[in-house]
């Protein structure tokens, strides 16, 4: 009986020794995002021109495998959003609460969005395909993007364009593909995220 406790014991020596050595090992390879030091820039088309602006990301984490880029998460501040393209004060704020409203983000409802990192390809260079899942308004689709990437053992920057689909997470306000007739009030169904993530150990 002895023995039998004896080797129960070891085990679970052996199984807590290697699961804190793996933890440790992925803390080793997490880098937190510098808020600070990160940005995201908007930019949607309609028919008759362009409107763009800022959210900040509020916080997140990028994962390597001291090679490239192989996981991480951050999470955008809806409620921060800006346009920046409109000087007059009253128009701005017209726009921005409708951008906010239920025809667009629903930000009462859905204060975050989240984009997800699950791995990324190395296509030449420091020029990466990363593959994600983006939630916004609570609905999950995947996505690819291109990305520049930078990676120390102290550091991670990665600069990305990306493309989103609105009408996937349905917002359909003003799109001629689900409404008709609406000639030159028509809003494009994509618009475009730049993104530049700043991370440090």
């Not at 609905?139 to 689909?165: E, G, H, L, W």
Request: glycine share 8%; charged share 25%.
């Amino acid at each position: 009986m002895k023995h039998v406790m004896k080797s129960i014991l070891m085990s679970a020596v052996v199984l807590l020794t290697g699961m804190a050595t793996v933890t440790a090992g992925g803390n080793d390879n997490a880098y937190k995002v510098a808020t600070d030091k990160s940005e995201l820039s908007w930019q949607a088309k309609k028919v008759t021109g362009a409107h763009n602006g800022f959210v900040k990301i509020k916080e997140g984490q990028l994962l390597s495998d001291g090679k490239k880029l192989v996981g991480g998460k951050f999470e955008i501040d809806m409620n921060t959003i800006t346009v920046d393209d409109i000087k007059d004060e009253t128009y701005n704020g017209k726009l921005l609460g409708h951008l906010k409203s239920d025809d667009f983000f629903s930000v009462d409802k859905f204060s975050s969005a989240v984009l997800e990192i699950k791995s990324s390809k190395n296509v030449k260079g420091d020029q990466y395909e990363v593959n994600g899942i983006l939630t916004i308004k609570g609905i999950s689709n995947p996505i690819t993007f291109p990305a520049t990437i930078k990676m120390t053992d102290k550091s991670i920057v990665a600069v990305a364009q990306v493309t989103v689909d609105r009408t996937k997470y349905d917002i359909k306000y003003g799109s001629a593909s689900f409404f008709e007739g609406i000639g030159d009030k028509a809003i494009e169904d994509t618009f475009r995220m730049d993104v530049k993530i700043s991370a440090q150990k």
